[in-house]
């Protein structure tokens, strides 16, 4: 055999290893479209990704057992009011941390680092005290103040910093020497030439706050207040029946939109988590 | 406000140290609402769960009464179920640690250099990172149930018995990490070649004219550089094993017999279930402990490694 | 794209707005149900206590059944408990001790017409200590079998009903009923759980009824009652049926009922809405009778008003309102009355549009001689701690005696 052809074969033998190891990535989706159209019985019943039986109305009938597109709503808003607020507070603090000097930097940043180490459920018991405090328990605020302020927030300043230190000074230099304040170089020089940065910012938020669950669990009770993962977690009619066949109906809408947009954006989507994790 | 320092500045006349201090000024104006919401919703609290834990307090009486460290004896000496439980997260992760950045790795290495396909893979070993971890443990509760299941029905196809996965206590622990691996491991692949794409190819090219193996490239020159990453996707890793809950509370809810019950779940079902808010916190304080000491570890025993 | 979004900004903030803000005259009150046809009827019984109160709405806040206490104990632990609230019954015990409740008997007692005493007695025992009233039962519904005609006829046996009448329906007769239908009826089962979920959330509800019918108690007067003989018996028959006749939809299998999957199951007369869209014959029948005789079991929801509220005086009077015979009457359809005047009416009887008169009998009787699940302060904490034992009960090789101790050493301390 010659070396062209062991390496052909060679790459061959990785290709299939790779797909057969891509089984269990890409199946679940697959399976739960298709359970999404079956019934009960059917769900349960011989494996088969074809359903004998399109139920179209499995997916309308979302709509009917649970207030859905409200939920859906309820989601979508809450997380991008938590995007805008992040990227704004996110990237004031990263500049300020990259560019300025001031007394009590340094220890900031120690608090802030630590920050990034504690789980969310560590804080979750005062938090709730607080949110009773200000008379926000059974609103959407603590859904929108915890992850801001929290630890997701924390990780979002320091992608902006690290971004901001990889930035050329030179230019917001000129435009200090043009008179722009330090507010106007902010807004006028540096966040329009971090824009990648703005992006994995505003993608990781997003997704961080479409998919949250533990909040919402404790601090939203009646079905109108839901979001989606709290609605899909609680699939049942009114008498608490599971309803299994409308609960993968529900979860296929929840989940097909944000892979379609993944699948579109699949490069920049991933370049944003690669940003976070190395830089955080 | 930003105008007058520009005048100051074009004046020129006033001292340096003026200009320091509107600097700084400025700088914690731009600060300010990340230093007030991280002490509002971040330190402020950490304190509170730090008193908290030395009451013992009813959340739906509201009545809370100081006790001392009667919490911290009762998790540490006397409750059964805290060792139990905290056996179950220190399983969980060193199953999930493991499993994940070895898998991670191996992905990362098979696709760090381009080929044809290379992005296809990338984007399907990823697409579970994206997804909701309700959602996710959902499908997987699905296809894991017991005869009617749709991968034991798979397996029975090529004669195998499959157990009833969420119904015995190992094999449901089995089944969370696995299913969470697959959930997560698309994000440290990620990092992983990130950091394998930061190494120069002359390294790699000056080895293998040198006549070195490609196993002696990767543990000579391949791994030792990827140390720093390693770290780093060791330590988020871990203190992520060590917060899942929405993945227990979706597919298991803790059982069977207390089987995948983790730490994070015990502080939600005895703060929020039992209403045991004091004791929850004093669970809070030891969960914040471990993975404070983890986290210390792993970066000390990395740094002893490179010297 | 941009103007899209600024509008969905505006809307989100308006939302916010109005969902912190209350008017004075709004009464909150939290049920479980969202079926449409349930909370028509509610909003007309609050429509029609505008005649008295022109100024009061009751909005009406659907909070899913199955975290529904966990969620009401965050709404009041948060501030924020509604005027009133569904209770569930296992829930009452833990909110009367916290003293979270309003004492509602002078109200009921002063409003017109309303005839306190006509409550039966046995129905008011959780929700009143002495002269204390802190709810008022709106359903008192007792445990039914519901089984699949067509199934038992493919099998050629005599049905349920047909049984009880007789009075052979005990729990011999069950298991040997249970096997020949599994056996009539392959890739199906004999009997479910409540709602599929007898070794999960419903593990008290799938133990008792047989339990009770040996003449047994899960727990009595702070003691436990799993490892008592009667009830051993009864739990040993259960695991023969799951795991030797394999008559009973085992753990981790669904075997619905409601779509034809299980020949008979346990649940109440509420359900009996969902048979409509079915597609087979059924009926409804009493739980199996056995050697401690007929002992059917209630399940019991109260109607409560949290002392916390601003505007409790009136939600009160809304309860009142709400409890009278008229209303009663009207809520009867859906949930079973504890008003002796409305159980005895022929209205109640062969008034239902679901289910014939002659299984409304038994169901009429059934909450005569019924009693309620035993209640308890710590609820949540027993079934947690039940949960693991009970786990392991339910395995083929289980032994079943240990597995009994473990349940019963696990809840003791708590009782």
Known sequence: MSLRQTRILYRACWTIALLIAAIPFIFPFIWMVSAGFKSVTEIFGAPSLIPRVWRWENFVEVFTYQPFARQYFNSLYIAILVTGLTLVISSLAGYALARMRFAGAALLMLFLISALMVPEEVTIIPNFFLMRWFGLVDTHWPLILLPTFGPQGVMATFLMRQYFLALPKELEEAGKMDGLTRFGVWWKIALPMSRPALAAVAIITFLHSWNLFLEPLIFVSSLEMFTLPLALSNFNDSYGLPLWNLQLAATSLAVVPILIVYLIAQRQIIESFALSGVKG | MTDSIHITRRGGQKSRLTLKAREMMEAWLFVSPTVIGFIIFFLGPLLAVAYYSLTEWNLLTQQATFVGLANFENALLENPDFWHVVRNSVIFALGLVPLNMALALTLALALSRPFRGVVFFRTVFFAPVVTSAIAWAIVWKFMLQGEGGFINQVLALVGISGPNWLREPNWAMAAVIITRVIKMVGLNMILYIAALQAIPRDYEEAARLEGASRRQIFSMITWPLLAPATLVIMVITTIGSFKVFDHIYQMTGGGPENGTLVLAFYIYQQGFKFFNVGYASTLAMIMFAIVMVLTLVQVALRRKGME | ?415
């Not at chain 3, 040997?176 to 009826?185: G, H, P, S, W, Y």
């Not at chain 3, 030797?244 to 999957?261: A, C, L, M, R, T």
């Open chain 3, 1 to 415: 794209m941009r103007a899209a979004l600024t509008g969905i900004v505006a809307s989100a903030l308006t939302l916010l707005m109005t969902t912190t803000s209350a008017l004075a005259t709004d009464l909150r009150m939290t049920v479980w149900t969202g079926s449409e046809a349930h909370l028509k009827m509610l909003n007309g019984i609050a429509e029609s206590f505008k005649a008295r109160h022109p100024d009061v709405n009751v909005k009406f806040e659907t909070v899913p059944v199955n975290d529904y206490t966990q969620k009401l104990t965050f709404q009041v632990a948060g501030g924020n408990p509604p005027d009133i609230a569904w209770m569930m019954e296992d829930a009452a015990p833990a909110f009367e001790n916290a003293n979270l409740l309003m004492d509602l008997g002078p109200t009921l007692k002063a409003a017109e017409g309303y005839d306190f005493a006509d409550f039966s007695q046995p129905a008011m025992g959780l929700w009143q200590k002495g002269e204390t009233v802190y709810g008022i039962p709106f359903s008192t519904s007792p445990f039914m079998i519901y089984y699949n005609k067509d199934m038992f006829d493919k099998a050629g046996l005599e049905d349920p009903l047909a049984l009880a009448a007789k009075g052979e329906w005990n729990m011999t007769k069950f298991q040997q009923v249970a096997k020949k239908l599994t056996e009539a009826n392959p890739g199906k089962w004999g009997f479910e759980f409540k709602d599929g979920e007898g070794y999960a959330s419903r593990m008290t509800h799938a133990l008792l009824p047989p339990i009770r019918a040996y003449g047994g108690d899960i727990w009595s007067n702070e003691e436990c009652g799993f490892d008592k003989p009667e009830a051993v018996a009864a739990i040993k028959q259960l695991h023969d049926m799951v795991f030797k006749d394999k008559s009973i939809v085992p753990p981790g299998e669904q075997g619905d009922y409601f779509s034809g999957n299980s020949a008979m199951t346990v649940n109440q007369i509420s359900r009996a809405s969902k048979m409509a869209e079915a597609g087979f014959n059924w009926g409804i029948a009493p739980l199996p009778g056995g050697p401690g005789g007929e002992s059917p079991v209630i399940g019991q929801a109260g109607l409560v008003v949290f002392d916390q509220g601003k505007n409790k005086e009136i939600a009160a009077e809304f309860v009142a309102h709400m409890t009278n015979k008229e209303n009663v009457a009207t809520m009867a359809q859906f949930f079973p009355p504890a008003r002796k005047s409305v159980l005895e009416a022929d209205a109640f009887i062969s008034g239902n549009k679901l289910v014939p008169p002659e299984m409304m009998k038994n169901v009429a009787a059934a909450i005569a001689n019924g009693r309620v699940h035993p209640a308890h302060e710590k609820a949540p904490q027993l079934l947690a701690a039940m949960a693991p034992r009970v786990d392991a009960l339910w395995k083929a090789d289980a032994d079943v005696d240990q597995a009994i101790k473990g349940i019963c050493s696990a809840i003791q301390p708590l009782l």
